[in-house]
């Protein structure tokens, strides 16, 4: 009977740990560590095109995070949980001064690795991503003023699968220019836990490393679309990313938020012309 119950309580201590990862890594390739971190609600597929790129010189590893494509849900805060284990995952491998490339919420997260640890990475490439995603989306901003409990997440909430759907196509139309990826984009975003949608965008929006962003020692680049408007965006980066030092920002003619989609020439030449 003791044996029993020691072998249930390990049971139950395993499958609450599987439960729990923030996050899936697939690695791809061998060389110098690289971090792919994706956006919000996407997979690591998004990473597909430019790890067949990368991983011919460079270790890649792929993540997916918790509550998007097929790895289950963790409970909130689901920013703070994924930056932590992440980190943890760098010191678990001994991977040496990686490269993170992080696209929009990867890239908001590289630059919170990289303020909190000034010296652990090489480099970071964020793909059109923002210090504060809340500071351009809400008018007088206020960190602590985010709450999970909000009217817009109430309404999430309350959207019907159809709602969603028809929701998550207008998401698509605005942030790729390239039709012919749209029904992905849709299709992660319905797949998406609904809780870590609605919760962990409150996690983004509540996140502000405008000024955290000063400690960062390490070279920044910032791939940065230009749609609808190359002036508008260009003023919003420069007031975002002040506190930053060095940093080189390129900016992507005729392409929305996935640059990797909409201008992926480009995009490839730059990844492989900064990442060396």
């Not at 599987?18 to 996407?42: D, M, R, T, W, Y």
């Not at 817009?152 to 998401?171: H, I, P, V």
């Not at 220019?177 to 919760?199: E, G, P």
Request: glycine share 4%; net charge neutral.
């Amino acid at each position: 009977m003791k044996k029993i119950v020691i072998f249930l309580t390990v049971l139950f201590i395993s499958n609450a740990t599987a439960q729990n990862k923030a996050f899936e890594v697939e690695v791809i390739g061998k060389g110098a560590p690289v971090l792919l971190l994706p956006g919000f609600s996407c997979t690591g597929d998004v990473w597909k095109e430019t790890v067949e790129v990368l991983s011919k010189t460079h270790e890649c590893h792929v993540f997916t995070f918790a509550g998007f494509g097929e790895v289950p849900a963790i409970e909130k805060p689901w920013l703070p949980k994924v930056k932590e284990s992440i980190e943890a995952y760098v010191e678990e491998k001994k991977l040496q001064q990686p490269t993170i490339i992080g696209h929009s919420l990867g890239g908001t997260l590289g630059l919170w690795l990289a303020s909190d640890a000034p010296i652990r990475y090489r480099k970071l490439i964020v793909v059109d991503g923002l210090p504060s995603v809340g500071a351009l989306m809400i008018p007088n901003f206020k960190a602590e003023d985010i709450v999970y409990d909000n009217p817009y997440s109430k309404q999430q909430f309350a959207m019907n699968d159809t709602e969603f759907k028809a929701m998550a196509k207008q998401y698509a139309a605005f942030m790729s220019l390239n039709k012919d990826k749209h029904q992905q984009l849709v299709d992660w975003m319905v797949m998406a836990d609904r809780k870590t949608y609605v919760y962990g965008y409150t996690d983004l929006l509540k996140l502000d490393l405008r000024e955290a962003i000063a400690k960062i020692e390490i070279p920044v680049v910032l791939l940065a679309a230009t749609y609808p408007n190359k002036q508008m965006v260009m003023a919003n980066y420069k007031k975002q990313y002040a506190n930053l030092q060095d940093i080189t920002m390129l900016y992507a003619d005729d392409s929305a938020h996935f640059i990797m989609y909409d201008q992926p020439k480009w995009f490839f030449e730059k990844i492989t012309e900064h990442i060396r």
